[in-house]
């Protein structure tokens, strides 16, 4: 699977004010104003959270769309945290899923939940991510 480009810019427009492109689409990033931004966009964990609800709405559609599954709709909601495992600092998401559709019954509804922690975003937040960087100042 490949994904298109991402390329961010600052702006000048704010300390943290960030402009993102990726492919046709615009987006800004920035800190809320209690971290010295202006919250002019979503912050990056917001961006990261909504990478995982979008995902993950995404792939449960799909697989009722592939399994027939009377499903009408998802809702994500999500959470970020830093909280202290072992005396070390870890990040964590908390992620509640609504999912529509009175005929579901609750084995489709587990099942659902199941494939939630399956989707390709939560996959790569829950390995090893390999993360390279270059200097390509000329």
Request: aromatic residues 10%; neutral net charge.
């Given at each position: 699977m490949s994904t298109r480009?991402?390329?961010v810019h600052s702006t000048g427009e704010g300390r943290y004010?960030?402009?993102i492109e990726c492919g046709p689409h615009r987006l800004v990033a920035d800190e809320d104003r209690n971290a010295g931004g202006n919250d002019r966009g979503p912050d990056p964990?917001?961006?990261l959270m909504a990478g995982l609800g979008a995902c993950t709405s995404m792939t449960?559609?799909?697989y009722a769309d592939m399994k027939g599954l009377p499903l009408?709709?998802?809702d994500v909601e999500l959470t970020h945290e830093k909280i202290e495992v072992d005396g070390e600092k870890r990040d964590r998401f908390t992620r509640e899923i609504v999912l529509h559709g009175p005929a579901l019954t609750r084995g489709d509804r587990e099942k659902l939940?199941?494939?939630a922690n399956k989707c390709p975003v939560h996959r790569t937040l829950s390995?090893?991510?390999i993360i390279e960087t270059t200097d390509v100042t000329q």
């Open positions: 480009p991402v390329t004010v960030q402009a964990y917001g961006f449960l559609r799909m009408t709709g998802v939940i199941e494939i390995s090893q991510v």
